[in-house]
């Protein structure tokens, strides 16, 4: 699926904080988008997922524009994970119950054939089907998130911050299974971090936002060699660069 | 030896059984920076909260050594805890947003801090107030010190903690994950301020966190912590050159900016490490 995002603007009472960003992601790409907190890269990111109705612009998947209160269907062809596993899964719920609410609401069948085949592909053993989340560790939460938002067979998957809040052994982890699926299922992923080497490490193309402007848009390959114009860019290469540098 | 900590064990009783969470840990300190560095749930938060005695009371703790400044924490009493917390060793917490009054003005805030150890008027201790929030590299103190916490960042909001914990001159700073909470741009101008303050009043510093690369640039030295022992100890110049198959695990399997890597290692873990 195709991404086109033009001019888009989004206020919160009065304030504007998105200040019309436009970009484009081909079908099977990653696109990352990097700021700092408050330079409105989650807000462009729930705009897509259709959690915000109140934006204007042009907003395009496959080169269809999507309206504002978006139908069912939307919502099997894009997903979105979210940055919390501690906060994102209700805790009262079992694993079994949370994976199968999307195929309920949608109507789609062998509901007990999709849970298992998508707790194999995120690498949860099966006995965890029936476990509540704070029986999980963090990594196997993401793991359930990342299950949840696989078992509609979206073709987009808009991911905040997926690992901010794991270990970094967790986070290598979870990055290698995004890289894996993204690979057998040709899907496109735009993804949020402000850690670029996370960004890097998973998306050909970066945006860099701050104060609602997309001010710069860079290849990984660039972002590495240094061929950036944005001083905000320069700055948070430098500090990436300065921490991988030994003391 | 500002602390020294030999043989440290606390453990948790619970319905089903005994879990051991610190299993024979051994530090010291003096007038240095060390950090502490391991996963979650490896014991370095527990550790320093042991130092503080602030565990639950349920909470086995045993110790060869836990002494602050030659103070046997073990057998310290609530009233010697309390000329040591704050006035002797200050905290700093993760996140400022859960630390700070919500009620209260930062200022007053401060101000209390400062009044609560050196005593004096509520008008100078509010200018003393000031001055720290100035001694934190705050632009405007006097406006900030007039807002509620909910008014500032958390990049502002950490700084007034570290104010808030200088106010009483401590001679020892622990801060659990000061940084975690906040921007990358942020972090390190808030890790350099801790620094600077640090080297300047010649205090101690213990630095817990679960960023290897920030620690190595901003400590002395290292303890690597994993399931509640200390798997090594090293200069943090070395660190990124460790030996310890637990530290390079957790250095390779980070992503990097300059030197991509198709597939990110993960770690394995080997019982024998814990042996």
Redesign the interface.
Known sequence: MTIEIDNLRISFVGREVVKGVSFNVAKGASFGIVG??GSGKSTVLRAMAGLNNDWSGRIAFSGEDAPLFRPPAFFRKVQMVFQDPYGSLHPRQTIDRILSELPLVHGMDNIDDRIAKVLSAVALPQTARFRYPHQLS?GQRQRVAIARALIAEPEVLLLDEPTSAL???V???I??LL?DLRAERNLTYVMVS?????I??LCTEVGVMIDGHMVEQVT?ED??LGNVNHAHTR???S??????E?? | MLVDIQNLKIGFKSRTGFHQAVKGVSLKLGTEKLGIVGESGSGKSLTARALMKLLPTQTVIEADKLEFDGIDIRSASEKQMRTIRGKRAGFILQDPKYSLNPVKTVGSQVAEAWRTHKGGSKRAALEAAINLLEMVKIRDPKKVAASYPHEVSGGMGQRVMIAMMLAPDPELLIADEPTSALDATVQAEILRLIEELVSERGMGLLLISHDLPLVSHFCDRVAVMYAGHVMEELKASDLLSAQHPYTRGLLNCMPSLMHPKERLPVLTRDPEWLK
């Open positions: 700092e907190s963090g270990d970094v052994s986070q290598a982890e990055l290698n890289a402000h850690n670029l080497s996370v890097t490490h990984a972002l590495r700055e948070l290469r500090l990436s660069v300065e921490l991988e030994p003391a």
